[in-house]
């Protein structure tokens, strides 16, 4: 990129493209557009009305660290601290797991599923950002929730998007382990989870921008299923007759998941939902009534 070249918002946007196209990036234009967008402090439509715009130096600047960033592996929703997530925008940065939209699928059908009960009280096991606890109660206007993350990082920056949601009157943030956080006989009408699943022995081969997001939010143990079998050990005795529990998994472990929680004999109603791709992605089911 010339110093003393007249850089124009066109200009700009090809000439980022085809480097980050040099440097395999999956979305190489999308990426340009953001980063740009957001140096700029416009939406995205801007820099096609203004094409011709030209970009001053200090904003040339700041944009060419980004790109820096960019190709150093860091991802563009931690560059610019921010993702769109159901249609919600949450602060996002490096102490979390940036929301992504395989997620998205499994959590709007279990949205569609319970969005017209009222009074709900749901849990969200390794909440990180908060994206999908707050998501879930923006969509369920009558529901409350409680986040737990290990992370006191993480917990302030879901405890910041839920202010700039408005929800501070419906949702509780609370440090601890996954479920050891939750009061011995404290029940939920739900619990969600999207937790580490990634086996040890592969987070290695990860791509360079996943690799920069926190290990405790990756790292599921040898072979990827510590925190499911922590599930199958305790989630029922936190959920009410009938509660149910949706977690998200990694690819191939649609079958070990739900057969860890089948062997408990306390869940019933299984669904496994798939992604757009047609890639198994979450597991839904219910506690079954006691006797």
């Not at 960033?69 to 991802?75: D, L």
């Not at 709900?120 to 409680?146: K, M, N, P, Q, W």
């Not at 050891?180 to 009408?189: I, M, Q, R, S, Y």
């Not at 040890?200 to 079998?229: C, S």
Request: overall charge negative.
């Amino acid at each position: 990129m010339a110093g003393s070249t007249i850089w124009t918002i066109k200009k700009l946007l090809l000439w980022t493209t085809h480097y980050f196209q040099e440097h395999h990036l999956d979305s190489p234009r999308l990426d340009a557009e953001l980063l740009l967008a957001h140096v700029l402090h416009k939406q995205r439509i801007y820099l096609y009305t203004d094409f011709d715009l030209i970009v001053e130096p200090s904003e040339l600047s700041l944009y060419r660290e980004y790109i820096k960033k960019r190709v150093s592996g860091i991802s563009t929703a931690a560059i610019i601290g921010e993702k769109e997530f159901m249609g919600l925008t949450f602060k996002v940065n490096e102490d979390v797991l940036i929301p992504r939209p395989d997620t998205e699928t499994w959590l709007e059908k279990v949205i569609q599923y319970h969005r017209n009960e009222q009074g709900l009280t749901v849990a969200d096991l390794g909440t990180g950002s908060g994206a999908i606890l707050l998501s879930f109660l923006y969509y369920c206007r009558e529901d409350t929730g409680v986040g737990v993350d290990i992370s006191e990082k993480a917990l302030a920056l879901a405890e910041e998007n839920g202010r700039n949601l408005k929800m501070d009157d419906r949702v509780t943030w609370r440090r601890g382990d996954y479920l050891n956080a939750l009061e011995e006989g404290e029940l939920f009408d739900g619990i969600l989870t999207n937790p580490p699943y990634i086996p040890t022995g592969d987070i290695r081969g990860l791509a360079e921008e996943v690799r920069h997001e926190p290990m405790n939010a990756l790292d599921g143990g040898a072979d990827g299923l510590t925190f499911y079998r922590k599930l199958a050990e305790g989630a029922a005795e936190h959920l009410k007759d009938g509660g149910f529990l949706a977690a998200e998994f990694g690819i191939h472990q649609a079958a070990d998941v739900v057969n860890l929680l089948k062997e408990t004999g306390k869940f019933d109603s299984f669904e496994v939902i798939t992604d757009y791709g047609g890639i198994a992605r979450a597991v839904y089911c219910r506690k079954k009534a006691e006797p």
